[in-house]
């Protein structure tokens, strides 16, 4: 694993992906969330997620072998319960509600697989007019017929690309 080197970085001008998925994954979603996590240290952002195991880790574990750094926002006040991948924590002690932060912190927002707190991750990215991107996840519509939703992918590269602003597709939502 490479050390971050904040001597030669300006930390202000890089781009951050909070990147949303479940802390119980199956082995295909920790697989991705793995892949997304390599693919954003290769691009040189910054990976921020909630902090704990599952995919999560996988993503952070990721991350830290392409010499990417990551950010975790934890549900708790205690700093050791972050896995071993995150360089910078965050305690909130917030619980579910620190879900806001994560959807707030990223440039863009990648949700992978995920159970209900990804959803409200990726619903509160949308309502914030951030890109949002779904790999194999949620799938979700505006219930007014409106072609608006979330961007769903099939790659890791993908996914990295739209939420960094390079692909197709939901570039900036105008919000709900």
């Known amino acids: 694993m490479r050390a971050y080197d904040l001597s030669q970085k300006n930390i202000r001008q890089k781009k951050m ?20 996590g390599r693919e954003i240290g290769r691009r040189g952002a910054i990976l921020v997620c909630g902090g704990l195991g599952g995919s999560m880790e996988a993503a952070c574990r990721g991350s830290k072998e392409e010499g990417g750094m990551t950010i975790g926002i934890i549900p708790f006040y205690e700093k050791q319960a972050a896995n071993e ?6 305690p909130t002690g ?5 879900n806001n932060i994560v959807a707030a912190t990223g440039d863009g927002v990648i949700g992978v697989g995920g159970s209900w707190g990804t959803l409200s991750e990726l619903s509160i990215a949308f309502k914030m007019g951030k890109p ?31 939420a ?13």
């Open 85 to 90: 991948f995150i360089d910078i924590v965050i």
């Open 164 to 176: 960094l602003g390079e692909g197709t597709g939901q570039l900036r939502n105008e919000g709900a």
């Open 17 to 36: 992906i909070s990147v949303c998925c479940g802390a119980f994954p199956s082995d295909k979603e920790a697989e991705l969330a793995y892949e997304v």
């Open 132 to 162: 949002v991107v779904s790999l194999g996840g949620w799938d979700v519509k505006s219930p007014t017929g409106k072609d608006e939703g979330f961007v769903i992918v099939n790659t890791p590269y993908e996914a990295v690309s739209i």
């Open 94 to 98: 917030l619980g579910h509600a620190r």
